[in-house]
């Protein structure tokens, strides 16, 4: 009890020193759209980086579009979930964040996830929320931490789109449409968390055409490849076996549609069986049911019968069916069905045991009768606790519909030879899946006997290879791999190994969806990864490599074969191990997620005092207070400018402050413990300009030295590390011209060492920040300005209330303008490869700016399209920075253009 109370006092403490308010404040109001959803609206279609930040956070938008994605399973809604995906990765792709955007856009989506699903966790939700921000302006060392703690692979930075990267794969998956429990639109949005670059989903009937297609459009939204194939079942060797046909790459939902149009009537026999084969199912199942309701269910509901309130009802077709969206029931679907409905039940029998246990408690009878009924009592709730505690649909599964055959059905296909001659006329082929379902010596015949109608066979299915050994898995692929030596010596066709995880999303103890080869892996926690999941056998992984080339076994070294690893999760990272409220929150953890005010000014207090201890608490202040000084206006001028009525507190990064005090406090004595050590050694007269040019050439070299080591540790890029030894290089001449005046002004040594290190550090860090917010900016305006100029209608215009809020809003705006469409380069009057474009393209946007309908078109779209608000601060952006534009535009053509003559130069039309 007293160890409960402490823990509890330590709990309430923690949370007391947590987190900021600001972030407690922004979890209550993403709850309050994760539980009502249908308040969610739209979100303003205006640019991430432009007019869009006035109205909503980023972390919200992000939030609000994946909770659109996935609050319904529905068909019909596919066009609304591809929208919220839309501007998702919108959202996602453009984080202040411009060196690591690919990584950056997968870990934030994750964290958003993770926040929605942990929606009964208050301390896990501010924990991610807090990631969040640290991940916005993280380091490559916070971006990659957070990939491990996620659980996903770190990819490579090379400015493609994931599809493009070619690492993770899957080649065969579900959705709604058949048996996953994830939406075409959420499924990929997993794919793409993952790492995932290629995915074939799989469809049951042409009827599921919408899904095939949002799918694939989702797909081209995020980058990544997309393929779409058609299940089935034939009857081979007196059973059930099943195939899948791949459609041929579609880069577009026309094309996928015009595929299946082009094609209705050459494979009109082919749809149609797959539909009488979802009938047949469906029949299954009904026979399913009305035999577990007529034998199951009375022992389920034994003891209960004259209670009905406490009966488990009859499971019902019809009901199931408005549960999900397709037709494609499984064993699982039957679980969860049960679950939904019996949970409830056990409950209130668990509530009813209860309550005659305390009566029954209560009673003062020693009669044996009543003591034998009360042990009869106790058992049985202690019984149904334990029940409740433990039912899952899992439990379910393996208890009442465990059998795979269970939902067994005839299927019309019969002969595989004529399908696969009308697929592969078609363009399709053919992919033998689960093939070890009735075992190796049975898939081994179906091999023999179809060889010449299969093109690619599963040698690892995820689902069905969960419960079978290596063995008998590498058996089989050993049998194929033979089978296909012998088949490439006499110049026959080679039926080429894959593998596909079969992933639903509705197991959580088999891996999910997902492939990689381990060699493609990258990043220094990229063992750790590897040793969290599970590796494919090294003959499967030596065959899925080489492809249709047959692996010579014999010659092989196993060992050094890259493994297949699969992506799916076995157990989650190190930081999102534990979902409980009660969980021990160690201390490492405890301070990650402290209160930023509170951690920051513990950091800063004891670089303060070490430093003091060291140089006196005065010069300890100079010494911090320089260090603080510098960071803080690189800070403002990078990203607010000069302008002194722009800077805000929240431009500064009060974190990368804190921590630079906390580390420049240890860099005292390192430095007074040379600088004495130097003077102990010094054998000649303690002045003069060769000592000192000696003495700060030591000191210097020092301070590089630890500045990169703590900046390696710090996580920061390798760049910077080699810009802050630089810095100490140019210090030390500086130091040694006025080391006189320092000496004069009885400044120590090292302390001159420090002012001057960090002048040369602010132009540096000022610098580099400064060419981070410009690109980035840059990048914004290169979206915006080709919109404004060759769009029209609401596309255009909000492109020009983008620019407009950034011209008014944004300090630098104006000088990066410039960078984007000056025809010179950077501060020379030196002309550009592409000058005439960048002038051209000053000339359109002036001159689109400047057209009369403007004024009255863009109060018309705002005054029809948002609420008064939004609206009065929208008008009054036009009002106040459009005139501002269209003169400074005009003032830029004049300098540019006609003062110089380029205009005529490059023949340029100008009205």
């Not at 709604?176 to 794919?191: F, V």
């Not at 709730?381 to 059998?403: H, I, M, V």
């Amino acid at each position: 009890m007293a160890k409960s109370r402490l823990h509890k006092l330590y709990r309430s403490i923690l949370s007391t020193l947590s987190f900021s308010a600001e972030l407690r404040k922004m979890r209550r109001e993403l709850n309050a759209k994760i539980d009502q959803p249908e308040s969610i609206t739209p979100p303003p279609p205006f640019h991430p980086q432009g007019a869009n930040r006035w109205f909503k956070r980023r972390r919200i938008t992000i939030a609000e579009s994946y909770l659109m994605v996935v609050r319904d399973l529905d068909s019909r809604h596919s066009s609304a979930r591809l929208d919220a995906l839309r501007k998702l990765a919108d959202v996602a792709f453009h984080s202040a964040n411009i060196d690591y955007p690919l990584n950056t856009a997968r870990v934030q989506s994750a964290l958003i996830k993770e926040v929605v699903k942990h929606r009964s966790n208050k301390r896990r939700q501010l924990e991610l929320l807090y990631d969040f921000s640290m991940s916005t302006r993280g380091q490559h060392q916070v971006i990659r931490k957070l990939c491990d703690e996620l659980n996903i692979i770190e990819l490579p930075e090379k400015g493609m789109q994931i599809g493009d990267l070619g690492y993770g794969w899957d080649g065969h998956v579900h959705d709604t449409a058949t048996s996953g429990r994830k939406n075409p639109t959420q499924l990929i949005i997993d794919a793409f968390i993952k790492g995932i670059s290629r995915v074939t989903v799989a469809y049951g009937s042409v009827s599921d055409l919408d899904m095939m297609e949002e799918a694939l459009e989702a797909g081209n939204i995020l980058g990544l490849h997309v393929s779409i194939a058609l299940e089935f079942s034939v009857m081979v060797d007196g059973a059930r076996y099943h195939f899948m046909a791949e459609l041929p790459r579609f880069n577009s939902k026309e094309e996928l549609r015009g595929f299946f149009s082009s094609h209705a009537s050459d494979l009109a026999s082919f749809f149609q069986g797959l539909d009488i084969n979802r009938e047949n199912r469906l029949d299954a199942v009904r026979r399913l049911l009305e035999t577990f309701n007529a034998r199951t269910l009375p022992t389920i509901n034994e003891g209960f019968e004259q209670k009905p309130e406490y009966c488990l009802a009859p499971l019902s077709l019809d009901e199931l069916l408005a549960t999900i969206p397709n037709m494609n029931i499984t064993p699982l679907h039957l679980a969860e069905f049960m679950y939904m409905r019996y949970r409830p039940m056990l409950q209130k029998r668990v509530w009813y045991y209860k309550v005659l246990r305390e009566k029954i408690r209560s009673s003062s009878s020693v009669d044996p009768a009543r003591k034998a009924e009360k042990d009869t009592i106790e058992k049985k709730y202690a019984e149904l606790r334990k029940e409740l505690r433990n039912l899952s649909p899992d439990t379910l599964l393996s208890e009442y519909f465990e059998d795979p055959h269970a939902i067994s059905y005839q299927t019309v296909f019969e002969d595989i030879e004529s399908l696969s001659d009308m697929l592969h006329q078609a363009g399709c082929t053919i992919k033998f899946i689960h093939p070890l379902e009735y075992g190796v010596e049975k898939a081994t015949r179906v091999l023999e006997q179809c060889s010449h109608c299969i093109d690619s066979a599963e040698v690892y299915n995820t689902q069905d290879c969960a419960g079978r050994s290596p063995e008998e898995v590498e058996a089989f692929a050993r049998i194929l791999n033979e089978r296909n030596k012998q088949a490439h010596s006499k110049g026959r066709k080679v039926i080429i190994p894959v593998c596909g995880s079969d992933a639903t999303g509705r197991n959580p103890k088999i891996p999910g969806m997902g492939f990689v080869f381990e060699d493609r892996i990258i990043g220094k926690l990229r063992q750790r990864y590897i040793k969290r999941h599970v590796a494919l056998p090294p003959l499967v992984s030596a065959m899925v490599r080489a492809e249709d080339a047959p692996v010579d076994e014999e010659h092989l070294d196993l060992r050094s074969v890259p493994r297949i690893i699969s992506m799916g999760k076995v157990s989650a990272g190190e930081g999102y191990t534990s979902t409980s409220e009660d969980e021990v929150i160690g201390p490492i953890r405890a301070w990650r997620y402290f209160n930023p005010a509170f951690k920051n000014t513990i950091r800063t207090l004891i670089g303060f005092f070490v430093a003091t201890s060291f140089i006196g608490p005065w010069y300890a202040l100079l010494w911090l207070g320089i260090t603080g000084f510098r960071n803080s206006i690189a800070d403002l001028i990078s990203y607010r400018g000069t302008r002194l009525n722009q800077w805000k507190l929240k431009s500064i990064n009060f974190d990368n402050v804190a921590q630079s005090l906390f580390w420049t406090g240890f860099s005292v004595p390192i430095l007074g413990f040379v600088k004495a050590n130097f003077d102990a050694i010094w054998p000649w007269v303690h002045d003069g300009f060769v000592f000192n040019l000696v003495k700060f050439f030591f000191i210097s070299f020092a301070n590089g030295l630890y500045l990169a080591s703590h900046n390696t540790l710090r996580g920061f890029d390798k760049s910077v590390v080699r810009a802050n030894i630089f810095r100490s290089i140019l210090a030390w001449p500086l130091a040694t011209v006025f080391a006189p005046l320092g000496n004069a002004l009885a400044i120590p040594s090292i302390v001159q060492t420090k002012i001057w290190s960090d002048v040369v550090a602010g132009f540096i860090e000022g610098g580099n920040k400064y060419r981070k917010v410009l690109r980035q900016r840059q990048k914004t305006l290169e979206e915006i300005i080709p919109t404004i100029i060759h769009s029209k209608g609401s596309t255009q215009y909000i492109a020009m209330l983008d620019i407009l809020y950034l011209f008014s809003e944004e300090p630098r705006m104006q000088s990066i303008i410039k960078a984007v469409l000056s025809p010179y380069v950077l501060f020379t009057r030196r002309l550009r490869k592409n000058s005439s474009l960048r002038l051209t393209l000053l000339v359109e946007l002036h001159k689109t700016m400047c057209e009369e309908r403007v004024w009255t078109e863009l109060i018309d779209y705002i005054v029809a399209n948002y609420d008064e608000e939004m609206a009065d601060d929208l008008v009054d952006l036009v009002a106040d920075a459009l005139p501002d534009l269209q003169e400074w535009l005009g003032h830029l053509i004049a300098k540019y253009g006609e003062s110089s003559g380029l205009l005529k130069k490059f023949g340029i039309g100008r009205k």
